[in-house]
């Protein structure tokens, strides 16, 4: 059976000694297994979070998990339990200028945390995942005090009052407000996490480790795959530490796609506008007639393919077709290359619709990108990568 | 030539801080339903609505934009070929109202000068939780001489109403003004409507 020897294809290979990368590549890029946790460790791999000798892992891997705790005392827990405890104000105080005031620190945190908060919360609405437990809370955090629990930082904390109406001679109805029931997205009670907080704290650590970037809009929906698919590792000894992993995993691909997240860089050569006008051009060599249709009606790149581009196609297929692309991705040698392929196969499958439909239907189109068998795309790319070569010697 | 099914064609923007329901309001409006299941909006979104007005049907071309900071260079390029905007606020986040100054100097910077603006506090249901008064969100619009609403995705109050106001105000603006019907540009949500009175005190 196919499927089989695709398995032990991986088998085979992740049992060597040394990992051979091109190899990963080769048989990552046609889709991995999603079963035996082929997954997960094929991604510590292609992301350069794992080395390639089997024998270092054990090492690395405790390595970078203890670093992480360490961030995590250092940056939430210590903080916190300062908050908590009054400690904050000791010969600092909330009105302090100087910029290493510990309540400047922590004003401008909490701005982060909120945005990030905002944002986690409506993280893959359409699955129940990231509103459920973790099996593995941050211990350090779960059981102390609130202020370590990032979200209590940021909740908008009302005063209680009661709404006094006065009606005709004097008579007054004071009307108490109950508080509404628990919304789908909140959080747990003590010594117990959502997924979703655990997401939280991995963008938080990585907008305080990368503070001239800090946190923008998106990046939750790039961490949460990833997360996801480490979560459910089928190893124990692997989903324990899914959120260490993680942090490590994001930041890597982060390292290699921040561009499109930084506004001073969108006119860069790696900046987004750049990644837009590839795709346009690519367009243009590939379906010349439904180039010349967005020309036409003036359909602009950046108001479909930016949101494509940015976040690696997260948001435009269910989550099962978006881990199956981001394998090809991964395991693109020349990286991100094939994403604009990938891009390009969605807007030439769709040509007939495209250059029958006008500005809005097109638009509407291309925003909700229509359900099918994402091998249909992916194949329909890896021809537009391959025939390029040809058309471009015959024009 | 497939035949015109509208008489006007207007685009409107939707602007405001991340997170105040403006992704809710246009799901309202245009799918009139309301779920907490949205994802931030990326870039630029883009919903159409035909309504009749006057007897005139017109189609409503609505641009929902990212409220980030990052996001500024790619939407606000939309302003200028906007020809309506609604600035929206959370009632229960003052920071989000504070922003509507910012927000309004966008509008300034890049948008074409007679554009019609409204001012839109949403998640008035969320009563309880309310830290900007109707008072603020009204003198604020009055300042400035903007319509004014208090709206709530999630009720379902005012939504509608908003929409058609700000669509009517361009539909008297392009007709050229209509004698006997001076539009008062000052005008700032002087009908009390039954809907928003139970909902937003």
Known sequence: MAYKAKLKEFDDLLQQDIIDLETLKTLSFRGIPDDQSKRPLCWKLLLNYLPPEQNEWKKCLSEKRELYKHFIKEMIVIPGSKESSGDVTMGDHPLNINPDSEWQTFFKDNEVLLQIDKDVRRLCPDISFFQQPTEFPCKDIVNGEDGKRLHSRVQRSVLKCANVERKGLGITKIALLSKKANEDYAPMTEGKEAHWEVVERILFLYAKLNPGQGYVQGMNEIVGPIYHAFASDADISFREHAEADCFFCFTNLMSEIRDFFIKSLDESDRGINEMMNRLLNQLKVCDLDVWLKFQQLDLKPQYYSFRWITLLLSQEFPLPDVLRIWDSLFSDKKRFNFLIYVCCAMIVILRNQLLDGDFPSNLKLLQNFPSMDVQIILSKAVELSQSRCFKMNTH | ?201
């Open chain 2, 1 to 201: 030539m497939a035949k015109k099914t509208y008489d006007l064609l207007f685009k409107l923007l939707l602007i405001g801080d991340s997170g105040v329901g403006k992704t809710c309001i246009l799901f309202r409006f245009s799918d009139d339903a309301f779920t907490t299941t949205f994802i931030s909006t990326i870039g630029i979104d883009f919903k159409i609505k035909t309504i009749e007005l006057r007897g005139k049907k017109i189609k409503l071309q609505i641009w929902d934009t990212a409220g980030q900071e990052r996001f500024h260079t790619i939407t606000t390029s939309y302003y200028r070929g906007a020809m309506g905007i609604m600035l929206v606020y959370d009632i229960t986040d003052m920071k989000s109202f504070e922003n509507i100054v910012k927000w309004l100097r966008n509008i300034d910077e890049h948008a074409n000068e007679d554009v019609e603006k409204m001012i839109l506090g949403n998640k008035c249901d969320k009563a309880d939780k309310r830290t900007v008064s109707k008072e603020q969100g009204e003198t604020i619009a009055r300042e400035h001489s903007i319509r004014f609403m208090e709206t709530s995705a999630k009720a379902n109050v005012n939504i509608e109403r908003a929409f058609n106001e700000l669509a009517e105000a361009i539909l008297l603006k392009t007709a050229g003004k209509e004698p006997g019907d001076p539009v008062d540009r000052v005008t700032v949500d002087r009908r009390p409507t039954n809907t928003s009175k139970s909902c937003c005190n």
